[in-house]
Structures are given as C-alpha cells and as structure tokens.
C-alpha cells in the first residue's frame, strides 16, 4: 500500500491523486474506523499508521489533525489510548484545493478536554472534537446538581486540547444561614401567635354559649322519634300535656315525630320571615310556618314565648310543635300551629262585612288575646307579662266560629319581675312602620321599661279596631276595606313619611260620618281614640279596653 502511494507521489496525476483519496480516505478509514470497536488495539494502531501514512504522502504536508467523525467510535477506548491511535488529515485550509468534499466538511470544528464527576464517583477526563452544530453551548456546560463538569475548548492548533487542563468546579455547599433569631422577630411571633389563639377560644367560647342557649332543640336531634298510638288527636295530646305536665306544651320528642311525619299540602302565604304552608298529620290540618335560616332568631324567640309556662289561651294561636329539620343541603325551621282556613284579619275583612255582633266579636276575642299576654300570673308555675311589640291585621287570625287569635310573636318581650328586667330579644327585624307609635318613631320610647312595649300595643291595637269598625254594616253603608292612614301615606311608607303624619301632625284615621248615628259605633270610635292617644300614659290598658267592649255587648243583649 506504501509502495503504491510512493509511486503515485513521483508521477502525480490529478487522477490518480483522487482516486487514492477516495479509497483510503472514502472507503477504507469510513469502514475501518466504524468497526474500530470490535477490533483488538495492535489492529487499530495498524490502520491508523497506515492512514497517516497516506496521507502525509498524498498532501505532502508536515501537520495533521483528526476528523471528529471517524473518532467517534474510540469512545469506550481511555484517554490514554485515544491520544495514540488519532486518525491524522490535513487541515481543511491547507487541503481545502485537493482534498474532496467529504474531507473539507468534516474539518470545522474545535478540540476539546472535559473533565466530569458524577456524585460519589472519581472524576472522568475525556479529550475529542467537537462539531460547529450546538459548539457555544457545549463548550460551556457545566454540569448539573449531582455531576460536576469543566470543559475546555481550543482551535488554534493541531492537538491544542493537550495543551487543555480543566478543572473541575468548587463545591458548591449553602450558605450559613443564622439559626438564632431576632428578639423582635421572636416577640412579634410569639405575640401573633397568643392573639390568634385568644380568637379562637373567644370563638369557640361563643359557639358553646349559643348552642347552650337553645338546648331544647339542638339536644336529641339524632334520638329516635317517641311512638305516638293510632287514634291520639292533638287535641289529646295536648289536653295530656296540660293535665300531667309543665304546662308549656307537648314534650319536645313529641314535637320532634310530630314534625317529621306531617305532609306538606299547599303553600297558603308568604312573608319577610319566610313562608306558611298547609299541612296533615294523621289526616288534621295544621298550619306550617317555615322560617328562612336568616330568621332563625325570629323561630327560636317565637317557640320559646309559644312554650311558656300558661300561655295557651283560646285567643292566642294554638302551639303544636317546633323542629329543626336539616336536608343535608340546608336546614327547615318549623313552628307548627293550628290550622284556620279563614286566614288574618286583614284577608278577611277585605271579603267579608260584619254586623254588630260580628265586630264586637272580632274586637273582644282579640284584646282577650291581648290580655292575657300583657298579664302576669303569679305561682310557682306562673307566667311572665309579654308585649307582642308587632300588632296588626295580618298578624291575628280568625277562627271558624268568629273569634281572633293573635299570632306572630317572633319579636314579642317578657318581662321577668323577679329581676325586674326586660327581656327582649336578639333579633335585628322590625316592627311594621304603619302601627308603630309616635314613641317609637321618634325614638322616645324607655326601652328599660316595659310597660312603654305595653303602651305601644295598645296603640296598634286602636288601629286595629279602626279597620274592623269601617267594615260593620249601619244604615246599609258600608265602607271598603282599607288599611290605617291609606289617604295620608303610601302603600310602603318610610320611618319620616309615618313620623310626619303620626307625631309632627299628629293626624290619626278618620271616622266615617254614620259613626256618629250609631251608639255601638261611636263608643268604637271614643274607645280607640283612648288607645291611640299621643301620651302612652293616657291609653286604654288591654284589661279596660276588654271590659268595655264586654259592656258594650250586655248593651247591646249579645253573647260573646
């Protein structure tokens, strides 16, 4: 092969330079070298003279460099051994006119050195080429977290990388952070923490008050329902109660089954607090009033001045039962009472006319109402005088034979003697604007007295006697339904739209001119003028209104 190359060399032709060339440079290191690595090193040592030989003999040329590509597969070879066994060609400047295109593209690039020591290993040295694809990235890689790497690069000679000596880079350790901490770091910790854990036991401290403020109906809400027998009413049930219990209604795991087997039938109202259904339960009709969650202190104040202590009265709505029922998605305040298919005061007096006797019966049964709310009844089982703080058409109920009873008594107060304190309740409702009295539109009203609440129904309540008045038939007139004060306010009047009239003009309801020829009507309209009166210490209490009206039937020969 020497002695072919040398004969070329001293009769050179273009020709034969380039066939030469091909077949040692094309034919023979391609193939040779792609198999170097199954090769044994005396034979690899072999091939890689026999290609420096040529090539010095074709180019004639003192320097050499190695080819990146045909060095690729000496990578399993150590450091050491690369170095002897570099495949020599010249340089693509200097063999760039004779060297074929397969040689002056594989001439760019640089040498490089690297040094590399994966975590809990010995650092590796690796010398090699590298081409111009990716050239400024590689040559400056670093490694990563868990190997450290330095890589050196060079192109200003042949061999340049032995020249090369990277090291590899300090450890990297973190830095010292100060475990002590600042005094006033300290303190405002510490602080935080205390204040955070002040709010969570003044939290929970509440929480328990409020759920022990309401035992009754939050004690026994998983238990199982009592068995009631077929055929008991709650008539007798409640007659039971009465007879050999406390007094304030039937036991709560009776109102509990109660509540939970009666059937919704039709919703029959509607209302700020929430809405009134008609119910059944064992085939009588009960009336349902379901309260909004957001009035759960109107259902809680109202059950527990229904459970009082002697409260059940014939003009006072009859209490059935009182539960929680939660659907897992929200919860059902109910107050179950007697059912009256007439509705309020207000609808009934928009559809019906009354005679005499009709509206002295309206009017006694419902100051009777009144009556035993306001009174106080002495005894170890006694009852404390209530105000019902909402008084109004609406919230009185007429009965199958005529009589009233009052209802609605989410925002009524006791009056606890023992103390001499009034307890009133927690709620933030209001009264309606229409009956309130000039002491509370003005705010004038003793809040720490509670004969001022007592005052104040019987101001509503002369509103009251005004709207059954106008309805009583005389002479064959009557007048249409309307609701106190209609000719002076709107249908929803403001605080000062009801301030003006009631306390700076002080104008109350007109009477109708044929009050004046009928004597039934006209002490009507003396007796609820007394009630209305600016003065709170001049009304009528609910005691004196209820005589006189039962004096007014003796007069008239009619039996309430």
Known sequence: ML???????????????????????LSRLESCNSLLTGLP??????????????????????????????????????????????????????????????????????????????????????????????????????????????????????????????????????????????PIALFISVTVCCIILVLIIVFCYFRYKRQ?????????????????????????????????????????????????????????????YGEVWMGRWRGERVAVKVFFTTEEASWFRETEIYQTVLMRHENILGFIAADIKGTGSWTQLYLITDYHESGSLYDYLKSTTLDIKAMLRLAYSSVSGL????????????????????????????????????????????????????????????????????????????????????????????????EIARRCVSGGIVEEYQLPYHDLVSSDPSYEDMREVVCIKRQRPSFANRWNSDECLRQMGKLMTECWAHNPASRLTALRVKKTLAKMSETQDIKL
Not at 12 to 24: C, F, H
Not at 229 to 254: A, R, T
């Open 3 to 25: 002695y072919n190359i040398r004969r070329v060399r001293r009769h050179p032709t273009q020709e034969a330079s380039y066939v030469i060339i091909q077949a040692l440079f």
């Open 41 to 182: 090193a005396c034979a690899i040592k072999t091939l890689q003279l026999i290609q420096n030989a040529a090539a010095r003999l074709v180019f004639n040329l003192p320097k050499f460099y190695h080819v990146t590509p045909l060095l690729c597969p000496l990578h399993w070879l150590p450091v050491e051994a690369r170095i002897h066994y570099k495949t020599m060609v010249p340089s693509y400047g200097e063999a760039r006119g004779t060297a074929p295109p397969y040689l002056q593209a594989l001439t760019d690039g640089c040498c490089f050195t690297m040094v590399e020591e994966e975590e809990g290993s010995l650092p590796v040295l690796t010398s090699g080429c590298l081409g111009l694809v990716g050239l400024e990235f590689q040559c400056r890689d670093n490694g990563g977290p868990h190997r450290r790497r330095a890589v050196e690069c060079c192109t200003d000679q042949d061999f340049c990388n032995t020249d090369l000596h990277p090291t590899l880079p300090p450890l990297t350790t973190p830095d010292y952070v100060d475990s002590s901490i600042h």
């Open 212 to 272: 022990e403020s309401r035992p009754r109906y939050s004690i026994g809400l998983e238990q199982d329902e009592t068995y009631i027998p077929p055929g008991e009413s709650l008539k007798d049930l409640i007659e039971q109660s009465q007879s050999s219990g406390s007094g304030s209604g039937l036991p709560l795991l009776v109102q509990r089954t109660i509540a939970k087997q009666i059937q919704m039938v039709k919703q029959i109202g509607k209302g700020r």
């Open 371 to 466: 009556c035993h709310l306001h009174t106080e009844i002495f005894g170890t089982q006694g009852k404390p005088a209530i105000a019902h703080r909402d008084l109004k058409s609406k919230n009185i109920l007429v009965k199958k034979n005529g009589a009233c009873c009052i209802a609605d008594l989410g925002l009524a107060v006791k009056f606890i003697s023992d103390t001499n304190e009034v307890d009133i309740p927690p709620n933030t409702r209001v009264g309606t604007k229409r009956y309130m009295p000039p002491e509370v539109l003005d705010e004038s009203l003793n809040r720490n007295h509670f004969q001022s609440y007592i005052m104040a129904d019987m101001y509503s309540f002369g509103l009251i006697l005004w």
